[in-house]
């Protein structure tokens, strides 16, 4: 499952523009007539509203007072997109959770769009991070897999777990220097993070496992991307900088979120257990 855009856009010329930068693969996209658009936002419920319309018309500010009051009730971003902004307009365009001023470069829509996005599946991330790693830690983790379980039984989205684990790590640390082992760390970390999705979010769950949340992916996905992880980096080389060498064995576990689940835990549980079979 994609993220879902409601895509609200009067100029039907832009409107082509828009679609040929926002890649249908990593989006589902919905095109609404501005008429009909919160009947389509009720339908569709979307992670996100793409409005474009020109608040210098009567008609233009209605729609958006009437969007933005349909994703505020609902907690859903919308980001305008207009051509000009006065003084008048102020107390309105700062409800929006992002404005574009037309002209802007249609090539930034999709960055935009899914930092956006990542904010709204990822609210509890902190700016402490590993030293070594640079990731997460283990109760920013704790927090955001709590916080996912809650928005995919609100929101009705599906959202899986990926947990990886660096074989033996305990007993092969012990025999590495202390910038080998940190070096061994970063690969994992860097490679995972290249390896999945932007709006996937790869956090360190310990010293030598690690975990990756993936927002809208489901049973069916996440077994695409543990057998992806496994083809491509379950045996991992990692040069160090004195020029040798140390191939590291990885293991991936998932699981996807149900709506039988009771608790995240569950879901945690389940990951780890494929992690050792």
Do not use: C
């Not at 082509?16 to 008429?35: G, K, N, R, Y």
């Not at 929006?96 to 930034?108: A, K, Q």
């Not at 061994?184 to 030598?208: C, F, H, I, P, T």
Request: avoid cysteine; proline fraction near 4%.
């Amino acid at each position: 499952m994609r993220p879902i855009l409601l895509l609200v856009e009067e100029d039907k010329s832009f409107l082509e523009a828009i679609l040929s930068v926002l890649s249908t693969d990593d989006f589902q996209i919905v095109i609404s007539p501005a008429a009909e658009a919160e009947e389509f936002f009720k339908r569709l419920f979307p992670d996100l509203i793409l409005l474009g319309t020109d608040l210098s018309r009567e008609e233009g500010l209605k729609l958006a007072r009437q969007m933005q009051q349909v994703a505020e009730t609902f907690s859903v971003p919308i980001v305008l997109i207009t051509t000009e902004v006065d003084a008048r307009n102020a107390s309105l365009v700062a409800g929006f959770t992002e404005v574009i001023i037309r002209p802007f470069s249609l090539t930034d829509l999709p960055d935009k769009i899914n930092h956006i996005l990542f904010r709204r599946f990822y609210p509890q991330i902190r700016k402490t991070h590993n030293p070594i790693t640079g990731l997460p830690g283990y109760e920013d983790f704790r927090e955001q897999l709590s916080y996912l379980f809650s928005f995919a039984r609100r929101y009705r989205r599906h959202f899986s777990l990926v947990m990886v684990q660096i074989e033996n790590w305990t007993e092969a640390k012990t025999s590495m220097a202390e910038e080998k082992k940190n070096q061994v760390l970063r690969e994992v970390a860097n490679r995972l993070k290249q390896n999945v999705k932007s709006l996937d979010l790869v956090m360190q769950y310990s010293e030598g496992e690690f975990a990756v949340l993936l927002p809208m992916t489901g049973n069916s996905g996440v077994k695409v991307v543990v057998r992806r992880l496994e083809h491509t980096m379950g045996r991992l080389p990692v040069k160090f900088l004195n020029g040798t060498q140390k191939t590291v064995t990885l293991f991936f576990g998932g699981a996807a979120y149900s709506r039988q689940q009771k608790s995240p835990n569950e879901i945690f549980i389940l990951a780890e257990e494929h992690l050792r079979l």
